[in-house]
């Protein structure tokens, strides 16, 4: 049964999204702030997903996914937050949220979008049945199938399960300029309901772990008005 985490201060919300996800089958575990959000989380509880709202007493979401996303790059994690600042859902995403979504949401929704997310981290579980060759090669890069890791010159870096999707379908599609829709459709899924501004946001991120210099990519190179194109 996969293991959700909600954090959320508001009692009355927090039980409706837990109690829906449980209806859902999802083992839930709930938190009110993010201190006791803490106190239950560790690499070995295992959880899937964290569902974290923004403003919370004390430390805030943001505070709590940088804290969460340094213990372990495989978790899922979705902010709720009743902001609907652009600039709050790009803070999100570029510290290491997966998902942005702003309340007032459905619970259809909310599903919909914890279920894309299992469906995602639970590919690292496949990964435990390799292809034959155990890597994928491209230039002076490796991504590796098992461990879900991608190396540089034999340097590991760690990537979330998003960013390692990406760069599986980069490495796939060497030289080809890949459509941001496509980007989408194949990590996120075809019913996601998001904005497609989260591909631009986890590119930036991925660019900050891989390229020497950031802010004139030579590897992931924009294809203006259209996506990315991957160079080795």
Known sequence: MRKILVVEDEDAIREVIALNLRN???DVTEAASAEQALAVFSPAACFDVALLDIMLPGMNGFSLCESLRRDSATIGIIMLSAK???SDKIRGLSIGADDYMTKPFSVSELLARVGALVRRVGRQDAADTPAPEGRILSGAFALDLKSRMLYKDDRPIDLTQVEFQIMELFFTSPGAAVARDKI?????????FGDVKIVDVNIRRLRMKIEDEPSAPRHIVTVWGYGYRWNA
């Open 184 to 192: 989408l459709e194949r990590v996120w899924g075809e019913k996601y």
């Open 24 to 26: 859902a089958g999802y």
């Open 84 to 86: 609907t600042l652009e």
